[in-house]
């Protein structure tokens, strides 16, 4: 379910922050205009059998397609693994899709588009109530404290952080509750080492060159699925008893 879900997910990164429509035209080479038949659009697979070209012009095939299928049907997977047989699976699934396809659109355009956030908000505002009805208090309590966290790092920093990290950030806290800390520490911590490694190799010029914080986020995003109340727990017993 994963790779059906990330070939869709290529077609939303391509596709929402050029502002075309997902669903027309059909898929097609972006070479020689020929639209895809189904049998050449199996995740993962029909990439194997035409050998990475287009049956019709053999011009290559971006890898950027098999990746998101198969990163995924990875996340996918040890998501439910890990969190089999949470009914929460029914937010922290779709949320991971989010993170997938906010990772490329930021990596490729530097652009979180607004309606993936809002479809993520919307689709929460019917799921959350029906899956995690105790947990309201929290997790409205969580998306208002990163969304308010990251918008006073925007304020102070506007050339490092923009407002679509901004609304995502409050949107991962509404899907995770209070597992958004430790993603929001592992975005920038994370986020921090890129940027000092990217300095070290390429000096000051490297100052200039704008980082994506969306990739990060979405890091720090699927720590927090897999175990950002785990982590929470530990640092509280270990730190705070």
Excluded at 119 to 140: G, H
Excluded at 156 to 170: C, E, F, N, Q, S
Excluded at 201 to 224: C, D, I, Q, S, W
């Amino acid at each position: 379910m994963g790779a059906c879900v990330g070939s869709f997910l290529n077609v939303v990164a391509y596709r929402l922050p050029r502002r075309e429509s997902l669903l027309r035209p059909r898929s097609r080479c972006p070479a020689c205009g020929t639209p895809i038949a189904a049998y050449d659009n199996v995740p993962l697979v029909s990439f194997l059998v035409l050998r990475g070209r287009c049956r019709h012009c053999g011009v290559a095939i971006s890898r950027r397609y098999p990746t998101v299928e198969g990163l995924s049907a990875v996340v996918f997977a040890a998501v439910t693994a890990a969190r089999w047989p949470d009914a929460r699976l029914a937010l922290w699934l779709p949320l991971s899709a989010l993170l997938i396809a906010v990772a490329v659109s930021d990596l490729e355009r530097r652009i979180i588009p607004n309606r993936l956030v809002l479809a993520a908000l919307a689709y929460l505002v019917i799921a959350a109530p029906l899956v995690a009805r105790s947990d309201l208090v929290e997790l409205a309590a969580a998306g208002a404290g990163a969304f308010l966290a990251l918008f006073v790092v925007a304020l102070a920093y506007p050339a490092g952080m923009g407002m679509g990290d901004v609304k995502l950030a409050g949107v991962l806290g509404l899907y995770l509750g209070v597992g958004v800390i430790p993603a929001l520490f592992v975005a920038f911590l994370v986020g921090a080492v890129v940027g000092i490694a990217l300095i070290a190799r390429e000096g000051r010029g490297a100052r200039k060159r704008g980082v994506p914080f969306g990739p990060f986020l979405a890091l720090g995003a699927l720590v927090g699925i897999l175990a950002g109340p785990e982590l929470v727990d530990l640092y509280v017993d270990r730190f705070l008893s």
